[in-house]
């Protein structure tokens, strides 16, 4: 079973008041400007903060150390909070718009109970009865993670540590190059994919078939696009239906902006660990509606069978009609009268008016995630 994940955040940017407990394949809409993107910020900060640091963290974060919602007293902290099961971890930042103001707070909760705790501006964090100085680099949880004590909080390592936030970089995918040192996972940036499906195709059974997975759900994606990949003196080649002369084959820098997208996203999606978390900005970029369908499909599919938390966010009315009969997994992101956003649409809007119409044209209708509109009071549920 997948362990329940809640986040939490407080006077970050557009986030004055955000909890969200995602599960499976979930979509996330709002106007512009409403903090779907900062959603996705707060998720790179905490990952990169755990692993390696609040410097990373920021660094992660676009828009760096810009943190403090608009209008906040300058008292006011920046708080941060993940709970995993029953793991629950918090980070308090004192924060101007230059940035950090001191060294940040810092607790870990697990099964309820105080394990650890560093105040906001002070040199030293407590571990029980114990009093140790602050790691230069180092979050406190991090510190006792690392020491192998406490494998209590894998919950909160895994949740963490498997993340990924994915922003592609399609001039880097263009080179087709295979030629990179992490060929096992898909990077952020999507800089290592040929690299990454080269060695899959090279080791079937250690991957579990995945370039075959990839290569059969972009046939379904893109079918008058593409029938196989090769790999000839570490560059790749994408071979057409009905392909029969090695000259058929051509570079990436040749194909259509929408078939490299969709390559990305299925493996990332198939490359993930169990019960990791995926984040998509605007998954529909480049993409025709045929190609959304049936990635979405197979991020359905895939999250179903290996327990993937899978975020995305979108503008795009065809990605919100096949959400029609999810639409508990369907989050709202807009303005409200300080209640934790965000909400999701079922519990917005009677499902049975739901029921009715297109997503995709409600929202073309501005019946949900309009500019300045108001967050709506949850229907009771009967």
Sequence with gaps: MPTPVTFRARNFRRLKHFEWSPTGTCLLSGANGAGKTTVLDMLRFLRATFVSGHEAGFHAARGGDHFPSRGIDPQDLVEFEVVAGDVHWKLRLPMSNAGLKGLYGEELYHDGKLVLRAAAYAETWSLG????????????????????????MEPLFRCLNDLRTYDYDLNLVERGTTKEDSNAFLHRTGKNLWAVLANWKQAPLRYRGQFDWVLAQARRAFPDIIDTIEFVGGEAFIFPPGATDPADGFPPLRQ??????????????????????????EMENQLHPHAIRAILEAMREQSAQRDLLIILTTHSPIVMNEFKGYESGFYLLEPGDGRAVPIALDAARPEAWLSHFDLGALYEREKFSAPGEPLPVPMAKP
């Design 129 to 152: 009865s114990r009093t140790m100085p602050r790691d230069d680099s180092r979050c406190c949880a991090k510190v006792l993670w690392d020491r192998g004590e406490a494998l209590w």
């Design 256 to 281: 259509p902006a929408g078939l490299l997208t969709g390559l990305l996203q299925l493996t990332a999606i198939v490359g993930a660990k169990p019960f990791s978390i995926l984040a998509f900005d």
